[in-house]
């Protein structure tokens, strides 16, 4: 259709302006939902065989940091020496921990320490408890994240009876698990924190994103 008169050259129809408004507006609240974690934490439960966990033995906070993430904690109860320290798939902590899953491994690499430039996600290497007294975790990661597709968020936290070999055994157990025995403890990894400043920035766009589109439309609409 044309007009003679002269206006603005484009008339966009209605069902294609409120198929816009829409979009936007879904947009919007995809953007609105862009939430950064800045903590998390796992309670780690003693393992049952076959069954749920029992006691508590410990606490690890995991802090986002700007390349990857600080873990500080304490777990009682562990024997003398090392054990196993994983990131584990599932965020199930049944039978025993084993409902878990494998360790966190989403680029289906071989077990490796946690400074190896092959390891799981997941790898943490080894936690030592001295003679006496709890277990003392103070570490960073620089694979672990708590936010976007590769976030450890909901997934577990894994102490094992023995030490990891780190890779180096040089058997199948020590490619897959570092063979490290049995699962000892295990928890959730949870969300404590997000950052605020994240949701604040969520809404401006929500709000710009929003008043620039009726502004436009106005403009078509005239
Ligand atoms: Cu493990
Ligand atoms: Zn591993």
């Known amino acids: 259709m044309f007009s003679s008169s002269i206006r603005f050259p484009i008339s966009i129809p209605l069902h294609f302006r409120m198929k816009t408004l829409f979009i936007s507006a879904l947009l919007s609240i995809a953007v609105a939902q862009k939430v950064q974690f800045l903590r998390g934490r796992a309670i780690l439960f003693r393992?049952?065989?076959g069954d749920l966990p029992g006691e508590v033995v410990g606490v690890v906070d995991f802090y986002q940091e700007n390349a990857g993430v600080r873990l500080n904690g304490s777990i009682n109860g562990l024997t003398a020496g090392l054990h196993g320290f994983h990131v584990h798939d599932?965020?199930?902590?049944?039978n025993g921990?084993?409902?878990a899953g494998g360790h966190y491994n989403p680029f289906n690499k071989n077990h490796g320490a946690?400074?190896?430039t092959i390891r799981h996600h997941g790898d943490l290497g080894n936690i030592e408890t001295p003679n006496s007294g709890p277990t003392n975790i103070q570490c960073r990661?620089?694979?672990?994240?708590?936010?976007?597709?590769?976030s450890i968020v909901g997934r577990a936290l894994v102490v094992h009876e023995k030490a990891?070999?780190?890779g180096l055994g040089g058997t199948e157990a020590s490619r897959t698990t570092g063979d490290a025995g049995a699962r000892w403890a295990c928890g959730i990894i949870a969300i404590m924190e997000e950052d605020p400043t994240a949701r604040d920035n969520?809404?401006?766009s929500f709000f710009s994103l929003s008043s620039s589109l009726l502004i436009i439309l106005a403009y078509f609409n005239q």
Not at 90 to 94: F, V
Not at 141 to 150: E, W
Request: hydrophobic letters at 35%; one cysteine or more; a negative charge.
């Open 202 to 204: 969520s809404a401006l």
């Open 141 to 150: 990661d620089s694979y672990l994240t708590l936010n976007g597709p590769m």
């Open 114 to 116: 946690q400074n190896a």
């Open 164 to 166: 990891d070999d780190l």
């Open 90 to 94: 599932k965020g199930d902590l049944s």
């Open 47 to 49: 393992s049952r065989t």
């Open 97 to 99: 921990c084993l409902a």
